[in-house]
């Protein structure tokens, strides 16, 4: 054996005691195999998550355009249904129908008197308008209620026979085609 050039006294001699003094080859190895499997665990959950973030990249791209789609579609039925509700379409349709302008209205007092005289609405009383009747937007009507009071007690003027001034069906409204 080969003695050291130097003897150590003290301090120094109770920790070089400490330090092996063997081959450090063998502690090296299990440490060196325990980093490379960590590097490589860890590169392949970089790997693994990068893919998933870009797969959810996708689908989010793909949720926008569909839902800049559905918008213009919305909006484009909200412009049909505009249009249809303006009051110029609406006294254009009702005219299609044979519909014309009522009379002069009548109004019932709370005492029961009445305040105006009624007047019979007539095709040939009313001349064409050129601009159109202001109507107020309504929303849908409300379903009628099954213990509604019948309005046959309500006496009606008689209306002529003839089809241009006959009332329209009333009914569930025809399905419209969209544009």
Known sequence: MTKPAKQLKGRAARLSRL??????????TPFVLLVVLL??????????LNSSLN????????LKKRTTELTDKEQEL????DDRSAPGALERRA????????GSPAF???????????SRASAGAVAPRTAPLSFPVLGPPAPPAASAPSVSSVP????PSSPASAPAPVGPPAAVPVP
């Open 19 to 28: 330090m092996p003094s063997g081959p450090a080859q063998a502690a090296r």
């Open 39 to 48: 590097l490589g665990g860890g590169l392949i959950t970089l790997l693994l």
């Open 55 to 62: 797969e959810g990249s996708f689908k989010l791209s793909e």
């Open 78 to 81: 909200q412009q049909y249904v």
């Open 95 to 102: 005219r299609e129908l044979g519909m014309v302008p009522g």
């Open 108 to 118: 019932l007092n709370p005492d029961g008197s009445v305040r105006g005289v009624p």
């Open 156 to 159: 009606s003027a008689p209306t």
